[in-house]
């Protein structure tokens, strides 16, 4: 009686009910790693200490919850102020309507960088992006402050029109000698794909150069 089907199979069938599937069907051009915070903890927990798989996650969920524009705004910082322009004797305000100072920002915000307390090296972050297996190395998440206009900050990033936000990236290298980190704006999609709609690896080098 073990193999004999009902009757009524169709019927069985349709009342099972399945639920959703936990599976992560969200498309990414970020590998995995990229996403997870360096954690200074041994391999080998002792007893009463939390894991480290349970610690790399507490801090990834705790990280992933920071915003850096709303921490700045926070602040009473204007992140579209960040950026220096050009002067413009012309427009200058009054003393009476400036709010802070008379002086327009005229430093770039890598002057007071420090990379002190940073947990990675530059290598290290981009090293991120090379999965087990593979010899090509993906970009890494990131956040960038650029302007909204892409052909405008090409010609002239230090332009009075722009409008400089916090946008969501994908570091694809760096450059030792300039200390700059080559990045490329996130589609709706939160993908980092080129005018053809391919994934863009190894910092954008393909065989044709």
């Not at 327009?104 to 007071?112: A, D, S």
């Amino acid at each position: 009686t073990k193999f004999k089907m009902p009757a009524n199979l169709k019927t069985v069938l349709d009342k099972q009910m399945v639920g959703p599937s936990t599976e992560d069907l969200t498309e990414s051009d970020f590998p995995e790693q990229s996403f997870k915070p360096k954690v200074q903890m041994p391999f080998k927990r002792l007893p009463g200490q939390n894991p480290r798989k349970v610690e790399v996650e507490r801090k990834r969920h705790l990280y992933l919850s920071f915003d850096i524009a709303e921490l700045l705004a926070s602040k009473g910082i204007d992140s579209n102020q960040l950026m220096p322009r050009h002067h413009d004797p012309d427009n200058m305000l009054p003393i009476e309507e400036t709010k802070d100072s008379v002086f327009p920002i005229y430093l770039p915000l890598e002057v007071f960088d420090n990379d002190e307390f940073d947990c990675r090296t530059p290598e290290e972050w981009i090293s991120l992006g090379l999965e087990p297996g593979s010899s090509d190395r993906k970009p890494v998440p990131g956040k960038a402050l650029l302007p909204t206009d892409d052909v405008l900050g090409h010609e002239d990033p230090k332009s009075q029109e722009l409008i400089y936000k916090w946008i969501d990236v994908g570091v694809l290298d760096y450059d030792k000698e300039t200390d700059l980190f080559l990045v490329h704006k996130t589609d709706k999609k939160g993908l980092v794909r080129d005018e053809e709609g391919r994934p863009i690896l190894n910092g954008g080098v393909t065989p044709e150069g």
